[in-house]
């Protein structure tokens, strides 16, 4: 009888532990697709809106300087840099900035030189410079 009730106690107990184990809900299973376009964007900034040269030597035909502004350049593309000289005396300014395309971001100076001044009438000039950048 001892046998028979220690049976049938672990029948039991194995039923309790059992049967919920087996009777889970069943289950299901799916998947969703994600999809985003990040589109390219582009920042420029100029760290000086005007200069004006030093008073120049008579008779001088160049004159340099670096370092007069700088450049910087945001983007998560790469970019290329545009650099439009309008105004009396245009011909006659270089625009040499230390980089004109790259990925990313970007910061760097821009230097100006004079050329063929002795060409020039006297007098005041005065130019525009548009930077342009481009993300590709």
């Not at 030597?57 to 340099?64: L, R, W």
């Not at 593309?77 to 971001?105: C, E, F, M, N, Q």
């Not at 130019?127 to 993300?135: L, R």
Request: charged share 20%.
């Amino acid at each position: 009888m001892r046998k028979l009730l220690i049976g049938l106690t672990v029948l039991v107990l194995g039923v309790a532990f059992v049967l919920p184990a087996a009777a889970q809900k069943p289950r299901a299973a799916a998947e969703s697709r994600v999809i985003w376009t990040v589109p390219a964007f582009v920042e420029l900034k100029v760290t000086e809106d005007s200069y004006t040269f030093p008073e120049l030597q008579p008779g001088i035909d160049e004159f340099f300087v670096d370092d007069v502004l700088s450049l910087c350049i945001n983007t998560n593309a790469s970019w290329s840099l545009a650099i439009t000289v309008k105004g009396d005396g245009a011909d006659h300014l270089l625009v040499l900035p230390a980089k004109t395309s790259g990925r990313g971001y970007a910061y760097f100076p821009v230097d100006y030189k004079l050329i063929h001044l002795r060409d020039m009438a006297p007098g005041t000039y005065n130019v525009t410079v548009i930077y342009t950048v481009t993300a590709e």
